[in-house]
């Protein structure tokens, strides 16, 4: 297999689903000929087209309504909103509409619409332009929320996500754009649900998410060298969670770390251990730890971000302190 960037998989992804589906168009701000805020959909206009790929005013209420209001009419939008913290000027439309219609109209509207949104701390780009914010989306039923950590899951999640017939957030880490990893050149799916374990253990499962699973695998070479064998476990979607794969991780390893990017209090690590304890309490030979962000805006400056970022000399240090 080729390699790829993150970057280059999800532009790979949407060109095979345009090609295999006239219902798919993209729509969002700068998406166009400037390629998106990022580059993700650099060269899709020229070769799709205006009525495709088409440019946004500034109005994240405006591009979410649009995809929902093109959804539920037949089409298959992928919507981009420059930074997922933009998402506040949308959420009626998302929330309360795009969520709810397949449910308030008994099964008989869909809303097959992909929502990209790029988030996470990394750039400098402070407190409005940094955050990880998918505890929000996970609490809403109605959506589907994807946060791929690798170009190959990168491009078979967001093929499963423009083929879903429900509303997809899809969370794409600033930082991840530029990894590279081994991709198909094929079209390929990968199930919404499912989680993948990245690297097998027997002493500790560590679940983490996003750019933290890099974190995770840099952490347990780390460990290794210790004599401490860390399974980590990526859920690479947050709804529906794969909580199968991970408790039968932690009843292998009777051991658990959660690590995530987004502020401890509240975050998705709390649901995930919230299951664990429900479902695999008894196996636990030691309290979980989380790994995360301190509960405060992330700066601007460059190395007041770094200390907000966790990393993977945190997660070394939670796994020793379960020994």
Known sequence: MAKKTYLQALNEAMRLEMERDADVFIIGEDVGKFGGCFGVTQGLFDKFGSERVIDTPI??????????????????????????????CALDQLFNQGAKMRYMFGGKAKVPMTLRMPQGAGVCAAAQHSQSLEAW?????????????????????????????????????????????????????????????????????????????????????????????????????????????????????HALVVAHEAVGFAGPGAEIIAQVAEKALDYLDAPVKRVAAPFCPVPFSPPLEQAFIPGADAIVAAVKSLR
């Open 59 to 88: 109005t994240e209420s405006a591009i979410v309504g649009a995809a929902v209001g093109s959804a539920v009419s037949g089409l298959r939008p992928v919507a981009e909103l420059m930074f997922v913290d933009f998402i506040g």
């Open 137 to 253: 989306f996970m609490h809403i039923p109605g959506i589907k929320v994807a946060i791929p950590s690798t170009p190959y899951d990168a491009k078979g999640l967001l093929i499963s996500a423009i083929r879903e017939d429900n509303p997809v957030i899809f969370l794409e880490h600033k930082m991840l754009y530029g990894v590279e990893g081994e991709v198909p050149d094929e079209s390929y799916t990968i199930p919404l649900g499912k989680a993948d374990v990245k690297r097998e253990g027997a002493d500790v499962t560590v679940v983490a998410t996003s750019r933290m699973v890099h974190s995770a695998l840099e952490a347990a070479e780390t460990l290794a060298a210790s004599g401490i064998s860390v399974e980590v476990v990526d859920p690479r979607s947050l709804q529906p969670l794969d909580s199968d794969t991970i408790v039968e991780s932690v009843k292998k390893t």
